[in-house]
């Protein structure tokens, strides 16, 4: 090996090392013990595929009713920052940049802080259950805004969207001018341009997006236990109290390979998708 | 009596158009005609409000007050889609994700034109612009010039009445630029349309187009022929921006003007004015020529251009002219700076400009 090659490859090896730390390492050591098991409260390696088995049947409904959840919040928050980006990127001129700002740092206010903010709002003494029976519209407080599915939705979806923001905005900054405008003098519509040219060459930002949302809902564990109420209990729940209540790592390690198998699936079909749908829609 | 010109009508008319962005004045009030086959090229520096022109005219700006009447019909407030204009962008705004023949397929699309003549007119469009051979590309495969005809074509293929450019060129190096131009003119001769070409490049305008409309500072300066502008620059703006150019300033007192010891004859009131004349018309002599106007100088340098050399002296004056020498011309004088030369130019070859 040259001189040159070796100092290059000296020079890469901290990025290595962190991502190997941090990244590789740990998943590796997971993915082996998946396949292990745990006799009084002890570790004993193995090579049998009972804890995916167990993953498969027992909490099948558990992940199913996961990526289900995960998926209406990963769309719903595509959607919602897809149409702010759009605000910003045509429409906001000069304030596009304040917009933006204005949603970024609602994430210096940290996660407990939303989810806490929720449960004020949604609860049935909260703040819209109050405007609503003032109004008259409602003679009761509506009891199943908080600790259900839905309060785990609007609450993931809110912290959710500034990540979701930051590709799709970046990805609308890349589409040029000229090309919209070009549409326009060719005579497209607004939703014609929208689907024939701004769309397509969002792919990668949209699909970003989509997947952050997607992934961090599908793996989160802190919000349905707190605004979910005792019947909601999302795959992470189960992974959690594996590890920590059970103190059976295999199982919870299992649990979390067969979520993440599937959420990757689950991306793959999105991104087919989305071409499919907008090729489908073309003139 | 009615001439037959006056009863042609314009295709594109343009009265009092105007824009302001906030307290910004982009365009003062602006008239122009533009008659059906013209190659009108809006000529100026950035900023003088040329590309404000021609986003008027296509509908991607609405302006301030005036209209814009397009073959009879008042378009001042039709959108870009509902003009029978197009437009050649800036960049060229080719879809990324298309291929060539779905980028000049798309106005025709949209226009829901059946398939199979759809395909059929695209076929010829490609053809014609000879991109038949990347059709199936993606414009970041092409090569700017490439580009530049899918652009064109995507445009053409829509059959505008006024066809727009926004600095067609400006994104090619000089070789393809002036293979382009020479493209362009012919492509404009074969189809007979109508272009409005945007360009900072005098030398551009100059090639393209059979009127130019020199723009400065949000108002058109001067209006013409190529060879009109070139040989009659209405001021030092014009004299200055199109083709090089000798520019002395002198004072007009009854008629008159001063340079040194000669007396140039200018009618028109007294006051600040210049002298222009182009380097191609000055002579240098080392002797003092008889006739023509005359002033003794110093040779400060002598550039060596390529086909010809660029003497520059410093007159007894206090201005300084240049003047564009052939090889064997300047041969024949020994270019020492600093040498005493006469400078010397035919009384037709200059003229009196008002100042900008």
Same mark, same amino acid.
């Given at each position: 090996m040259s001189r040159q090659r070796t100092l290059s490859l000296v020079g890469a090896a901290p990025s290595y090392l962190v991502w190997l730390a941090f990244f590789l390492a740990p998943m590796a050591y997971l993915f082996v013990v998946s396949f292990w098991r745990v006799r009084q409260y002890r570790l004993i390696s193995d090579a049998s595929f009972d804890n995916y088995i167990l993953a498969a049947g027992e909490y099948r409904h558990a992940i199913i009713f996961t990526i289900a959840l995960a998926g209406l919040v990963g769309i719903i928050t595509t959607?919602?920052? $897809?149409?702010?980006?759009?605000?910003?990127?045509?429409?906001?001129?000069?304030?596009?940049?304040?917009?933006?700002?204005?949603?970024?740092?609602?994430?210096?206010?940290?996660?407990?802080? *939303?989810?806490?903010?929720w449960k004020v709002l949604l609860g049935s003494d909260g703040v819209i259950n109050q405007a609503l029976l003032s109004t008259g519209l409602i003679a009761q407080p509506i009891s199943w805004l908080l600790y259900s599915p839905i309060a785990v939705v609007i609450t993931l979806v809110h912290f959710l969207l500034p990540y979701a923001l930051l590709p799709i905005?970046?990805?609308?900054?890349?589409?040029?001018?000229?090309?919209?405008?070009?549409?326009? !003098?060719?005579?497209?519509?607004?939703?014609?341009?929208?689907?024939?040219? +701004?769309? &397509?060459?969002?792919?990668?930002?949209? /699909?970003?997006?989509?997947?952050?949302? $997607?992934?961090?809902?599908?793996?989160?564990?802190?919000?349905?236990?707190?605004?979910?109420?005792?019947?909601?209990?999302? =795959?992470?729940? $189960?992974?959690?109290?594996?590890?920590?209540?059970?103190?059976?790592? &295999?199982?919870?390690?299992?649990?979390? $390979?067969?979520?993440?198998?599937?959420? +990757? =699936?689950v991306v793959f079909l999105a991104s087919f998708a989305y071409r499919r749908v907008l090729k489908a829609c073309a003139p | 009596?009615?001439?037959?010109?006056?009863?042609?009508? @314009? /295709?594109?008319?343009?009265?009092? =158009?105007? *824009?302001?962005?906030?307290?910004?004045?982009?365009?003062?009030?602006?008239?122009?005609?533009?008659?059906?086959? !013209?190659?009108?090229? /809006?000529?100026? &520096?950035?900023?003088?409000? *040329?590309?404000?022109?021609?986003?008027?005219?296509?509908?991607? /700006?609405? &302006?301030?007050?005036?209209?814009?009447?397009? !073959?009879?019909?008042?378009?001042t407030a039709l959108q870009p889609d509902r003009r029978q204009t197009n437009m050649v962008f800036q960049g060229y705004g080719l879809f990324p994700h298309m291929t060539v023949r779905e980028n000049v397929a798309y106005g025709l699309r949209i226009a829901r034109y059946p398939a199979d003549k759809c395909m *059929?007119?695209?076929?010829?469009?490609?053809?014609?612009?000879?991109i038949s051979a990347f059709a199936d590309r993606l414009p970041a495969a092409l090569s700017g010039g490439q580009q530049q005809r899918v652009a064109l074509a995507r445009a053409l293929i829509m059959k505008p009445r006024v066809l727009l450019l926004d600095e067609p060129l400006a994104a090619l190096d000089l070789q393809l630029r002036k293979t382009m131009q020479t493209e362009l003119r012919n492509l404009h001769r074969e189809i007979g349309g109508t272009f409005i070409c945007v360009t900072?490049?005098?030398?551009?305008?100059?090639?393209?187009?059979?009127?130019i409309a020199v723009m400065n500072a949000g108002r058109i300066v001067q209006e013409g022929s190529p060879k009109d502008i070139y040989q009659r620059p209405r001021d030092t703006f014009v004299a200055g921006f199109i083709g090089d150019s000798n520019i002395i300033a002198l004072?007009?007192?009854?008629?008159?003007?001063?340079?040194?010891?000669?007396?140039?004859?200018? @009618?028109? @009131?007294?006051g600040r004015v210049a002298m222009m004349i182009r380097p191609s018309d000055v002579q240098i002599q080392e002797t003092r020529p008889v006739g023509d106007y005359c002033l003794s100088g110093q040779l400060e340098d002598a550039v060596f251009m390529g086909d010809y050399t660029k003497l520059i002296v410093s007159t007894e004056t206090g201005d300084t002219l240049t003047a564009r020498t052939s090889r064997n011309e300047c041969e024949s004088i020994a270019n020492t700076p600093g040498k005493r030369v006469y400078v010397s130019w035919a009384r037709d070859s200059c003229q009196i400009v008002e100042q900008a």
């Open positions: 959607v919602f920052a $897809f149409a702010l980006a759009y605000l910003i990127r045509f429409h906001a001129g000069r304030y596009g940049d304040l917009l933006l700002f204005a949603a970024m740092i609602t994430l210096f206010g940290g996660y407990l802080v *939303k989810i806490y903010a905005n970046a990805a609308l900054r890349g589409v040029g001018d000229a090309a919209v405008e070009a549409a326009r !003098d060719l005579g497209a519509r607004p939703i014609r341009i929208l689907i024939d040219v +701004i769309l &397509p060459q969002c792919e990668r930002g949209v /699909l970003t997006a989509f997947a952050l949302s $997607f992934f961090v809902s599908a793996g989160d564990y802190v919000t349905p236990q707190l605004v979910g109420g005792p019947e909601t209990f999302m =795959v992470g729940n $189960f992974i959690q109290s594996q590890f920590v209540n059970r103190m059976n790592s &295999p199982v919870g390690a299992a649990l979390a $390979f067969v979520t993440l198998g599937i959420t +990757i =699936v | 009596m009615i001439s037959s010109t006056s009863q042609q009508r @314009p /295709l594109l008319q343009l009265s009092g =158009v105007a *824009k302001n962005f906030g307290s910004q004045i982009a365009l003062h009030p602006v008239d122009l005609t533009v008659d059906q086959g !013209d190659f009108l090229a /809006l000529l100026g &520096p950035s900023g003088c409000g *040329k590309t404000t022109l021609l986003r008027i005219i296509g509908g991607f /700006l609405t &302006p301030d007050s005036g209209r814009v009447i397009i !073959d009879g019909s008042d378009a *059929k007119e695209v076929g010829a469009m490609l053809e014609m612009m000879r900072h490049d005098q030398e551009e305008a100059i090639a393209l187009a059979n009127r004072e007009r007192r009854s008629g008159e003007c001063r340079l040194g010891s000669t007396i140039i004859h200018s @009618p028109g @009131p007294d």
